[in-house]
């Protein structure tokens, strides 16, 4: 369901997408037909306010990755627009789109493709640092690695030294460097051990806290995001089928495809103790 404007003038939006469309053309595979395009995002409409900790959430292949790269502006829509803080993107080059790299920054699923293997941690958080000319670096860095619970004696190590959770901490630290406003998660803990997905949802949610951050989190697993997020948009097939706060979503979903994912969740205090959804299905289908 696309989001009602308010009457009301509130803040500006931290993020606010208008029925964005992207389609991606397949490789042809006849030399009569072109293939038919892949119809990613189908009429997305959606507006975030500051501070707001915003879940997307849906099966894999629904378009929740597409609409965040548009939302990043990483990839441009087919058709509709994308605003960072009242101002349009949608068709900025990509010099013009410096501001978005300071304001919004992504931490995604697999830490050890996101970092270069050569590269020491220190200078893997400082890059963004280089390229905003910051001048007490080493101390920046330091104080971020400290942060996420790494300790600052990791930063002349190497990625392959850490262990998955740990990589997705540096990769946190490396988000939070340019001080953005806006840190954008797709999948952060799919690709961890169950054992350390909690460990790194609490952290990210605690700096999320202390640094009054909006989120936007990403994932196909209903228990993570109702861990971390105060309102919850569903995903199905390119559409958003549903949006509300994530109390009422989860205690009441309006849309069946709703009702369907919140099934796949068996007891409310697992799905809230950091077990995800997709190992809680594998328990429970032979
Ligand atoms: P999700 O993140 O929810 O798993 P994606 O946004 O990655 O979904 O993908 C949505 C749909 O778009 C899928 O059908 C996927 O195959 C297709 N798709 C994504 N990126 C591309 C691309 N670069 N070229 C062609 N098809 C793509
Ligand atoms: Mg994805």
Request: net charge neutral; glycine share 6%; charged share 25%.
């Given at each position: 369901m696309a989001e009602q404007p308010t009457s009301t003038p509130g803040p500006v939006d931290a993020i606010s997408v208008r029925d964005v469309t992207r389609h991606y053309r397949r490789p042809r595979t006849s030399l009569r037909h072109p293939s038919p395009p892949v119809h990613?995002?189908?009429g997305v409409s959606l507006a975030i306010s500051p501070g707001e900790r915003f879940g997307i959430v849906g099966e894999s292949g629904c378009g929740k990755s597409t609409l965040l790269r548009i939302m990043a502006g990483l990839d441009r829509p087919t058709s509709g627009s994308v605003a960072i803080d009242g101002r349009d993107?949608?068709?900025?080059r990509e010099r013009r789109l410096r501001f978005v790299r300071e304001r919004l920054q992504l931490v995604f699923q697999d830490p050890m493709s996101a970092?270069?293997?050569?590269?020491?941690v220190g200078d893997i958080v400082a890059e963004p640092l280089v390229a905003q000319g910051h001048r007490n670096r080493k101390e920046r860095v330091a104080e971020l690695l400290e942060a996420v619970g790494?300790?600052?004696?990791?930063?002349?190590?190497?990625?392959?030294?850490?262990s998955g959770g740990q990589r997705q901490r540096i990769s946190i630290a490396r988000a939070l460097a340019p001080r953005p406003k806006v840190l954008v998660a797709d999948e952060?803990?799919?690709?961890?051990?169950v054992s350390v997905r909690a460990q790194v949802l609490n952290l990210l949610a605690d700096l999320v806290d202390e640094l009054s951050l909006t989120l936007v989190f990403v994932s196909h697993d209903l228990s993570v995001v109702r861990h971390v997020c105060d309102r919850v948009a569903v995903m199905h097939d390119g559409q958003i089928v549903e949006t509300g706060s994530t109390e009422q979503v989860y205690e009441e979903p309006e849309h069946s495809y709703t009702r369907r994912l919140i099934a796949a969740v068996p007891t409310l205090g697992r799905a809230l103790s950091g077990v995800s959804a997709a190992d809680l299905n594998r328990e429970y289908r032979p």
């Open positions: 990613a995002l189908r993107i949608t068709g900025l970092l270069d293997p050569r590269m020491r790494l300790g600052a004696e990791a930063a002349d190590r190497y990625p392959h030294q850490f952060p803990v799919s690709a961890l051990d």
